[in-house]
Nanobody, 120 residues
């Protein structure tokens, strides 16, 4: 059973930075795609960034150039470096692990989320 635990959220001022971490259990991390999503109050959960098992990345337009996703397979951890934060980045940030299993096809696993608040 995969478990994902996010950390690193908090309250920051506009223009500051935060780094989120998501630690995964299990032995399938290195062949999983990892993503970050976020959900602001009253809005649907939205894609933020993704890194494949081959380390290719893609980002939502709203964070391109400010956020960087990376992974450390030795630690089963994915990171989201967030720079130049804006109030509109305020949301609960969720980590998602996607893996293709022969037995069950594509499987998605979600973490519990970590709150990021950007406010002066």
């Amino acid at each position: 059973q995969v478990q994902l635990v996010e950390s690193g959220g908090g309250l920051v001022q506009p223009g500051e930075s935060l780094r989120l971490s998501c630690a995964a259990s299990g032995s399938i991390f290195s062949r999983s795609a990892m993503s970050w999503y976020r959900q602001a109050p009253g809005k649907e959960r939205a894609f933020v960034a993704r890194i494949s098992s081959e380390r290719s990345t893609n980002y939502a337009d709203s964070v391109q150039g400010r956020f960087t996703i990376s992974r450390d397979n030795t630690k089963n951890t994915v990171y989201l470096q967030m720079n130049s934060l804006k109030p509109e980045d305020t949301a609960v940030y969720y980590c998602k692990q996607t893996v293709l299993l022969i037995s069950s096809g594509v499987n998605d696993y979600w973490g519990q989320g970590t709150q990021v608040t950007v406010s002066s």
